[in-house]
Nanobody, 112 residues
């Protein structure tokens, strides 16, 4: 089972950008779907974006083009632009479908 470690979170002002990384303990080339999720305090974890090993991507409609997911053989990334206070959450990556494998999360705080 692959181990995942997220990084790149932090405090950013509204309108700013962050790039999150999710490093895998082994090659993820054979893992069909990788995804990014987030969970804000008091809310359910929500799916943000997915990417297949063929490069097909899907996004939650609420993101309105602000986030971009990408991957290589060893990691998956989430470029986040024009961040808003409501983007404040813990961000997680996931490998696979169903139960899958999850990272421990990285905190993103958007505040002035």
């Amino acid at each position: 089972q692959v181990q995942l470690v997220e990084s790149g979170g932090g405090l950013v002002q509204p309108g700013g950008s962050l790039r999150l990384s999710c490093a895998a303990s082994k090659s993820i080339s054979s893992i069909n779907v990788m995804g990014w999720y987030r969970q804000a305090p008091g809310k359910q974890r929500e799916l943000l974006a997915t990417i297949t090993n063929g490069g097909s991507t899907g996004y939650a409609g609420s993101l309105k083009g602000r986030f971009t997911i990408s991957r290589d053989a060893a990691a998956v990334y989430l470029q986040m632009n024009n961040l808003k206070p409501e983007d404040t959450a813990v961000y997680y990556c996931k490998a696979g479908t169903g139960i899958g494998s999850w990272g421990q999360g990285t905190q993103v705080t958007v505040s002035s």
